[in-house]
Nanobody
Framework: QARLVESGGGLVQPGGSLRLSCEGS????????MGWYRQGHGGQRELVAS???????NYANSVKGRFSISRDSAANAVYLQMNSLKPEDTANYSC??????????????WGQGTQVTVSF
């Protein structure tokens, strides 16, 4: 069964950086597009960044220039480098496997999430 596991979340001060990792198992994710979502307390789930199997990336306007998504297909892994973090970036971040068709479309393959808290 395909499974995704995130790691790398934590508490960081505003302006700081974190790198999230997502490792896949039980399947070959090389041909999937991958996405990072976040959901703040009481908020809706938001697509933050996505990357195609060929490495094309796309970002939410709120994180452009601060976040960077990358993947290591040989390792079945995808990463989210987050710089210049703001308190409004506080959320539970989860990765997803999906596809592209005029935008990122998620499959029902999710990790359990990792909490990111940006605060003094």
């Amino acid at each position: 069964q395909a499974r995704l596991v995130e790691s790398g979340g934590g508490l960081v001060q505003p302006g700081g950086s974190l790198r999230l990792s997502c490792e896949g198992s039980g399947g070959d994710f090389r041909n999937y597009a991958m996405g990072w979502y976040r959901q703040g307390h009481g908020g809706q789930r938001e697509l933050v960044a996505s990357i195609t199997s060929g490495g094309y990336t796309n970002y939410a306007n709120s994180v452009k220039g601060r976040f960077s998504i990358s993947r290591d297909s040989a390792a079945n892994a995808v990463y989210l480098q987050m710089n210049s973090l703001k308190p409004e970036d506080t959320a539970n971040y989860s990765c997803n496997a999906g596809r592209y068709n005029n935008g990122y479309i998620p499959y029902d393959i999710w990790g359990q999430g990792t909490q990111v808290t940006v605060s003094f």
